[in-house]
């Protein structure tokens, strides 16, 4: 299925330094790397820096590096952010690199005050599929126009409606009429959206005794997802279980797949079997990590760190004590005196020796 969205990219104007940089880097890469519009932005930043730099040098300024306590302060971890410096002069560069004015490869480049580029530009690309199509331009001189803004600038400034166009928007599946949508008539069939009848904790889905009403944290979601469709979407609540145990959510999803809801609504978890069967919209929750432990309650007392040690495991490192000593014994034996002498002596040697390993 082909997918149509709209999209901004920069836009820079075309001129004989923009066109004779490009034939050189085609020349010096012999093709192999292209270069777009941001590679022109990321090459004017890097001459904008070093024309705030050798302003900064003119100025009779240093270059100098300090310490910066709040980068100390976090600079345990990995990142050893502690031994990072920060430029003393950043501020005056900042200044400098606000105050140049140039021109550069993607047109004049300076700021307002308020520190934004003045005058940028867009293009506006129509993408469907693999297809990408231009269909227009915007800049803060002329908002929406289909003549580069480079042209407009030099006429009186015009931002009427009449003057706001753009080419035809290709929609997916090739036409140019915008979709309408889907449309429901007043008397027509209500969507059946099935929710679980809670027991337990019913602040995801529940339904008033009294009023008979379905409210819960769940619906309130897709009660506002609906509300900002642009068009009228008739549904109708239908409860699924008995009201005296938390249903089955399996179950639930597979009568979606076989057709007798429409949609289910309610703390669905989205696990591997239930995707098999039915579209799940994009998780609104997440329980995080959870790790199911029965509770036991248990007294505490100074020999508590024993209760791991069962039976099992006090023998199997019995076990391994006496095949670790017997090795060492083995290899000790005939060429250190420590291992010799009487049997009960090179046994607590053997079992020393064990310990420090």
Not at 108 to 118: A, K, Q, S
Request: proline letters at 6%; glycine letters at 8%; aromatic letters at 14%.
């Amino acid at each position: 299925m082909s997918q149509g969205l709209l999209t901004l990219r920069f836009h820079t104007p075309e001129s004989q330094r923009k066109r004779e940089f490009v034939a050189r880097w085609k020349n010096l890469s012999k093709s192999s790397i292209g270069l777009n519009e941001y590679g022109l932005y990321a090459y004017d930043t890097v001459w904008l820096i070093a024309r705030a730099m050798t302003t900064f040098l003119n100025q009779g300024n240093k270059i100098s590096f300090s310490n910066n306590p709040i980068l100390n302060a976090v600079g345990g971890g990995n990142m050893n952010l502690s031994a990072l410096s920060v430029f003393d002069a950043g501020n005056r560069l900042m200044r400098n690199i606000l105050e140049t004015n140039m021109t550069g490869l993607t047109g004049p480049i300076w700021f307002t005050p308020e520190r934004y580029l003045v005058d940028p530009s867009y293009e506006i690309i129509n993408i469907v599929g693999t297809q990408m199509k231009q269909i227009g331009y915007w800049s803060n001189y002329s908002w929406l126009s289909v003549v580069a803004p480079e042209k407009l600038r030099i006429r009186p400034q015009n931002r009427s409606i009449a003057s706001q166009k753009l080419y035809s928007v290709v929609w997916p599946g090739g036409s140019k009429h915008r979709p309408r949508g889907w449309i429901f008539p007043r008397d027509g069939k209500k969507l059946k959206i099935g929710v679980p009848r809670r027991v337990s904790f019913p602040f995801f889905v529940y339904q008033d005794n009294r009023t008979h009403a379905v409210t819960g944290y769940c619906i309130d979601i897709f009660k506002a997802a609906v509300k900002r469709l642009p068009y009228a979407v008739p549904y109708e609540f239908i409860l699924f279980g008995d009201g005296h145990q938390n249903p089955n959510y399996s179950e639930l999803v597979q009568r979606v797949s076989a057709g007798e809801f429409d949609a289910a609504v309610g703390d669905i978890a989205i696990v591997t079997d239930r995707t098999r069967v039915a579209d799940f919209t994009q998780p609104y929750t997440d329980s995080g990590l959870v790790v199911v432990a029965p509770v036991k309650k248990v007294s505490s007392n100074a020999w508590a760190f024993l209760r791991p040690f069962t039976p099992l495991m006090w023998a199997v490192t019995a076990v391994t004590f006496l095949v670790v000593g017997s090795v060492i014994w083995i290899l000790e034996h005939r060429l250190n005196d420590e291992f010799r002498g009487p049997p009960i002596n090179q046994f607590i040697t053997v079992v020393w020796y064990v310990f420090l390993m």
